[in-house]
């Protein structure tokens, strides 16, 4: 006999011993061993709006190539007789894709055919130079989407911007030390005027930004229009067509680079420091504290002492004097050679698109801006190669769907799910098992 009671406890064991002993989790437990350290930050980052916007992107120019391809001439002919040869249509769709983006890129980045350093790099400052009027419109439109407005007025706020230049600094003979500032500070006061208009009306009546902003643009543009058939108010001395004068030499922006690189100007370098301001106002600043705070919930703010109409009118004014600060761009440094009614030339609609991209961050949309710049500046590459131009406009339309639909793209990439989507899910198990019992 050991002298060992079957069934009672080891003498020789003690609870001491329990608590030195790392505690068992696993399948045989019914608990899940805890996450590493390396296992959270992957989660996490494949769950990141930074890494939903890398997926958006590569999807669309997936979707893309598959456009091109479906265009291209010689793979709708390779594809005739696909069942007979099938390696001569995949070789047709390779070099369709891959020539088509090797064209946005020489147009937008990088030229290595060019001639010497300059014009190799002439594609990159081309992109900078769109994207500069993009960004400023698409900051407004960000600033106030963090305040809780849907300001889709952008073109409005542009075209007033434009009129207000043309009426005011347009037919004056100074200096450009004084010209080109003064031209610059009218224009922004003209977007601000009209932005400022809708967040006065939504604060004074409550009436919806949407429905404000739509009826403006086109009263903007009824007014601009009016103004350029007018002799003596915006139309060119002498010319029947509604344009104005070429915008005055000495109220354009220099170039930047030099005259080798005409689509890159001082504009850009204004707007850099734009983004500046309105990153430290939103982010360090306490209007932009009060900014964030009506943005997120109006009664609480209004509540904690916050001046909610106020903060409506403050937001739209910063909205469209950045808007105002885009037509500049554009007057002063993209179309110098007179202006028309569709000076916008569709960047006030752009600008949601950039904002939506950019997450509503100063720099996020700084970026978004130079990659809708990139992809309008090799737009006219991949055109000379016969791909369609419209298809880059599809590729945009595409980021932007994607960016807005974050379930189709773990699905499709096979990411891990959100807590509230795992949530939402178990809810609706719950609910179908409550229907069905």
Known sequence: MSGITPGAPDAAHTPADDEQLPRASGPLTGEDPAPTRSGIFLRELMRGSAMTTVLAIVLAMIVGGVLIASTNKEVQAAAGYFFARPGDTLVAIWNAVIGGYEALFRGAVFNPRGN???????PLTNALGFAAPLIAA????????????????????????????????????????????????????????WGGLVGLLKAKTGAHEVILTIMLNYVAYYLLL??????????????????????PASAQFPDLLGPRFPALDWGFVVVVVATVVVWWVIERSSLGLRLRAVGENP?????????????????????????????????????????????????????????????????GTFAAGILFGALKAGSFSMQAQGIPVDIVLVVQSLIVLFIAAPPLLRAVFFLPKTDAEKAAKARAKAAKKAVTA
Request: glycine share 14%; no cysteine.
């Open 116 to 122: 010497d350093f300059a014009a190799q790099i002439r």
């Open 299 to 363: 009664h609480a703010a209004r509540a904690a002492g916050i001046s909610v109409e106020r903060i409506y009118l403050y937001a739209m004014l910063f909205a469209g004097g950045l808007a105002g600060l885009a037509a500049m761009n554009q007057i002063q440094g993209n179309v110098t050679t007179g202006f028309g009614a569709t000076i916008d030339a569709g960047i006030g609609f752009d600008a949601i698109t950039v904002a939506l991209l950019g997450r509503s961050r100063a720099w």
């Open 138 to 193: 698409g900051l407004g439109v960000a600033l106030a989407f963090r305040t809780g407005l849907f300001n889709i007025g952008a073109r409005g706020q542009m075209l007033i911007a434009a009129m207000f230049a043309g009426l005011f600094a347009f037919n004056l003979d100074l200096p450009m030390w004084i010209h080109l500032p003064l031209t610059l500070v009218i224009g922004i006061a003209g977007g601000a005027l």
């Open 226 to 247: 009016w103004m350029l058939r007018t002799p003596g108010l915006l139309q060119m001395p002498g010319n029947n067509q509604p344009q104005t004068a070429p915008t």
